[in-house]
């Protein structure tokens, strides 16, 4: 009397698919929370941004670059799952750090604008673009 208690093959591939179908919607609803997330970010510091065009104030500089620091962070600490998609993971790493290296020259730049005796709140305002524009460019 022989048993077979072996898993018929057909049964067993439906259950790979399944469970790869599941982590590709978890993959996928997880990179959609990031996403929004950073949109949120993006919005608060270009609201902060032109706070700071307007007031010229170094209470919205300082917080203007600790939101930009605490993107960066987000950027970095996620930036890897993004460069899967797109780039060589060495590639994408040597992308990362030489805009972070500019937009602290930027945010620097900024401060030492707001500090000056004669502020000139178009070059604020230039410089304020000018990192949206690389943070922009870091996040997509």
Do not use: P
């Amino acid at each position: 009397m022989s048993t077979n208690y072996r898993i018929q093959k057909d049964i067993k591939l439906h259950q790979e698919q399944a469970q790869a179908s599941f982590t590709e919607h978890l993959r996928a609803a997880e990179t959609a929370k990031l996403r929004q997330t950073f949109d949120m970010e993006l919005n608060a510091i270009s609201e902060l941004g032109q706070r700071l065009v307007k007031n010229l104030s170094l209470s919205d500089l300082k917080e203007y670059k600790e939101k930009v620091a605490n993107f960066l962070k987000m950027c970095i600490s996620h930036g890897f799952s993004f460069d899967e998609e797109r780039l060589d993971s060495r590639f994408g790493r040597t992308k990362i750090l030489a805009v972070v290296k500019t937009v602290n020259q930027k945010l620097v730049d900024l401060g030492n604008e707001l500090l000056s005796s004669n502020k000139d709140s178009l070059k604020v305002l230039a410089l304020v673009d000018e990192i949206r524009g690389l943070l922009l460019d870091l996040y997509a």
